[in-house]
């Protein structure tokens, strides 16, 4: 079955660094691109960042350019989140999303992690 699974979350001081991974299995992890996402508390859940899914395209949330940066590897089946610099507003869940649009139907197809929990407090 399909499985998205995020680790590497944790409590950080401001102006730290994490490095969040997805392991991805059930699917043919190269036709779809992934993405990261994060919800904080009383908040929707917003795009973080983006790659395409031979990984020459990267995009971005304006808050996290430059201090964010997405990665893949097809061979691995694994996307990462390097994180630098934190800020406490980067405090939330975050989440590994696989995303591709269905040959024939174009119909979107989704695939969601359950999560993992980045807290940037001192």
């Known amino acids: 079955q399909v499985q998205l699974v995020e680790s590497g979350g944790g409590l950080v001081q401001p102006g730290g660094s994490l490095r969040l991974s997805c392991a991805a299995s059930?699917?043919?992890?190269?036709?779809?691109?992934m993405n990261w996402y994060r919800q904080a508390p009383g908040k929707e859940r917003e795009l973080v960042a983006g790659?395409?899914?031979?990984?020459?395209?990267?995009n971005y949330a304006d808050s996290v350019k430059g201090r964010f940066t997405i990665s893949r590897d097809n061979a691995k089946n694994t996307v990462s989140l390097q994180m630098a610099r934190l800020k406490p507003e980067d405090t939330a869940v975050y989440y590994c999303?696989?995303?591709?649009?269905?040959?024939?139907?174009?119909?979107?197809?989704?695939?969601w992690g359950q999560g993992t929990q980045v807290t940037v407090s001192s």
């Open positions: 059930g699917f043919t992890f190269s036709y779809y691109s």
């Open positions: 999303n696989a995303h591709t649009i269905v040959v024939g139907t174009w119909a979107p197809r989704d695939y």
């Open positions: 790659i395409s899914s031979a990984g020459s395209v990267t």
